[in-house]
């Protein structure tokens, strides 16, 4: 399974750029999964619920499962969160796992940039981000640069980077 992150400020548009990306992915015939970092506590759960109080009670984990998906959730309990690889290791084996956030972890990385942020460049100092994904011009940057609104050509780029076979 290959990984690759795409990461930026918030508010750069990586969800977006997912939603977009994603379908034109599976259109190529390569299977996708994706993972998403939180900066802050969340719940997928709701009070009340009987996986809820499972959890409330002290279980570890609770898996939830109907006809239609199954989620397991895991507390950690004071426990490090773990770092992208090691979550992945978690999830069923597909082509492609796209990583949301974890923008400082060594995998390899493409940066989504936008000037009206206010933000700099990440790939300036973390040699993890192969290329820069944007919708204005960059010249700092020895990387390649793929206009940030043209999904058939960064799916092209992640295509070759990450060798997969488009089916």
């Excluded at 397991?72 to 084996?93: D, T």
């Excluded at 300036?124 to 640069?145: F, K, N, Q, R």
């Amino acid at each position: 399974m290959k990984i690759l992150g795409l990461g930026g400020w918030s508010g750069a548009g990586k969800t977006t750029l997912l939603s977009k990306l994603i379908p034109e992915l599976i259109r190529r015939g390569i299977s996708v999964s994706t993972m998403k970092h939180a900066h802050h506590g969340f719940d997928v759960d709701q009070p009340g619920k009987d996986s809820y109080v499972h959890r409330q009670a002290g279980a570890t984990e609770v898996l939830i499962a109907s006809e239609k998906r199954w989620a397991l959730m895991h507390e950690l309990r004071g426990e490090n969160e773990g770092s992208a690889a090691v979550l992945a290791k978690h999830m069923s084996p597909v082509d492609l796992l796209l990583v949301e956030g974890f923008k400082r972890e060594p995998h390899d990385k493409l940066e989504i940039y936008r000037a009206e942020n206010g933000k700099p460049l990440l790939s300036t100092s973390d040699p993890s981000y192969v290329a820069i994904l944007t919708d204005t011009p960059v010249s700092e940057t020895g990387l390649p640069v793929i206009d940030l609104n043209d999904i058939p050509a960064i799916a092209d780029f992640i295509v070759r980077h990450c060798a997969l076979k488009a089916r």
